[in-house]
């Protein structure tokens, strides 16, 4: 899988990289064909959720998105990661009925 991690605004610490790095990793116990992942974090205006994720999953013929916005960047990471894992399950479970 090929992982590209993108800051907007902001020089993202190794700390932080290597967080997301560790919670992409998780998505390919839930589904293993996914070819890349792409996240943006960047800095958003709203002053209640000022650091927002965002997560484009490519797998076979299709591209999975989620975003999120929360208080820290680690945190944000951690539900669009939740949210996809969520979104991958339903994928696979329609793809077997059919």
Not at 1 to 26: P, V, W
Not at 44 to 53: G, L
Not at 74 to 82: I, L, N, W, Y
């Amino acid at each position: 899988m090929k992982t590209t991690i993108t800051s907007r605004h902001f020089e993202a610490s190794e700390h932080l990289k290597d967080f997301a790095n560790n919670q992409l990793e998780r998505l390919t116990t839930v589904f293993d064909r996914i070819t890349s992942c792409s996240l943006v974090m960047e800095e958003h205006p709203d002053p209640d959720f000022p650091q927002s994720a965002e997560l484009i999953v490519h797998i076979p013929q299709k591209s999975l998105t989620a975003k999120s916005a929360s208080s820290t960047y680690e945190k944000a990471v951690h539900d669009v990661v939740e949210n996809m894992k969520r979104q991958l399950k339903r994928y696979k479970e329609k793809k077997l009925q059919y």
